[in-house]
């Protein structure tokens, strides 16, 4: 006679090893796994795995030409990859059912330079298929209110990446993919920037930020430094300096990029 | 799709550039159309124009004479437009932002076609309005009957003018998707449109057959034989009765509905950097 309600013996070890790894990728945002990308026969993104857990901020750091930007196509879905998986939200990146709930900004504003920042998007919130009502809160959120009816090739250069910033912040998405979205900002945009980052991770958002400046850095709740194409480290702040013995990113970053090479 | 449209209107609406396409369309049809006819009337029976006699201007012939230019110098402000529609979009990298996001390209891709569509039968509309005011002064000055052409004609008109102007719009479509950007298909479009189609009628066919009978195959050749059919004034840059006015419709046709194809074949195939 069958059985077909508890199982009698107690489950395996590995059994309980998977469903405690399916349920951190479940919890995780993101999950990348052995991840290569080859761009014009070179790798430029080597065999990288990290995950990114709900409702926080990840840094992603490191120089320029170091993979940050490929590793975001890649989260976002709009990259071709040579190897490995990644998933986000549980779903392999790319799915059709995940671009609503993605929010990506690119490192060179996108947007329409002979419309004003409202036309703008207007223009997107209805092709995305977002309530004209998100137009006027993501201009707030950016700050752009005073400048809504100027048109964007008018817009200094850090008011335009702020209002490449709001179409991401179109329909409230859930991961947001920012690509050095404080590039070109004074101190003080910047620190309102990162505010504003704190408060939708606070809302339950997800978000992965990248950025070459190492003062940023201290304001994520993870790190990911990327170098060469490689994952030097996933680790927060704190852990980065306490396991390095530095006082501040920079050199704890300095000391990671000593230590690989010493191997 | 309405919604798609509607956002792509209102989009190209609010572009400078396209309104300056039209303003310029509109002065340069009433000038060669128009404006240097009438000032070359006085007393010329002869010599290069006076093809384009007082008949050519007046209210009857007006359809003839304001679509005589969409061979030529229309067709390139058309494949301009077709070019600035689609091409924009690589040249600010919004198609990332859009597709990054948006259920499909295909859907994206049919509101450009829609909107270039409603585009060259604005600027058809217009030029045809302007040509009847313009042919309507030209008849008062010179005590000449108001004959207006049936609404039959009118209509024909306004089709074949469509037809032409999309067809060289959707070729600017093309050309920006094939190489992703705008200065380059604007450059190519026009060498072909103000050069090569030229060569081609008064350098190459003369001299070789097989170039003579491609003519009858050829996009410029077939939009000069049809409104040299509509009454367009012969001499007429690009204007000549190559084919017949059938004949002329189903290649331009079969141009209009290749580029649109190949152009959405190549937006969906293809990656957008």
Known sequence: MPHWGTPRHPVPLTAKLNARRIKRMVNSAVSVEGLRVVRGGREVVRDVSCRIAAGTVTGLLGPSGCGKTTLMRAIVGVQIVAGGTVTVFGRPAGSPALRRTIGYATQNPAIYPDLTVREALRYFASVLRFPPSDVDRVIAEVDLADHAGALIGRLSGGQRS??????????????????????????????????????????????????????EAARCDRLLLMREGRLLTDDTPGGLRERTGADDLERAFLHLITEEAAR | MPTDIRAEIIKQIRRPAHWLLLAVALVLTLTFAYLIPYLGLSGRTEGPGSARG????????????????????????????????????????????????????????????????????????????????????????????????????????????????????????????????????????????????????????????????????????????????????????????????????????????????????????????
């Open chain 1, 162 to 215: 702020r209002a490449n910033l709001a179409v991401a912040l179109l329909g409230t998405p859930e991961l947001l993919i920012l690509d050095e979205p404080t590039v070109g900002l004074d101190p003080v945009l910047r620190d309102e920037l990162w505010a504003l980052f704190g408060r939708l991770a606070a809302r339950g958002a997800t978000l992965l930020v990248s950025s070459h400046v190492m003062d």
């Open chain 2, 54 to 273: 007082l008949d050519a201007m007046l209210p009857a012939e007006f359809v003839g004479s304001t679509v005589a230019g969409t061979p030529v110098f229309l067709g390139a402000l058309a494949v301009i437009f077709g070019v600035l529609v689609a091409g924009s979009e690589y040249g600010w990298q919004t198609w990332k932002t859009v597709f990054t996001q948006a259920p499909s390209r295909p859907r994206v891709f049919a509101a450009k076609v829609v909107v270039t569509a409603a585009g060259t039968l604005l600027l058809v509309v217009t030029l045809l309005a302007a040509g009847a005011a313009a042919s309507a002064a030209v008849a008062g000055l010179q005590d000449a009957p108001l004959d207006w052409p049936s609404p039959g004609e009118l209509l024909t008109g306004a089709a074949a003018g469509w037809l032409i102007t999309t067809m060289w719009a959707m070729l600017g479509v093309f050309l920006s998707v094939a190489l992703r950007g705008v200065a380059l298909p604007i450059g190519l479009g026009l060498v072909w449109l103000l050069a090569v189609q030229n060569l081609l009628s008064a350098v190459a066919a003369p001299l070789l057959d097989w170039i003579a009978d491609l003519q009858r195959a050829l996009p410029g050749p077939n939009a000069g034989s049809l409104v040299a059919a509509l009454g367009a004034p012969e001499g007429a840059p690009g204007v000549s009765a190559l084919t017949g006015a059938g004949h002329a419709t189903l290649v331009l046709a079969a141009y209009l509905v290749g580029f649109t194809l190949l152009s959405g074949w190549l937006l969906h195939r293809r990656d957008i950097t």
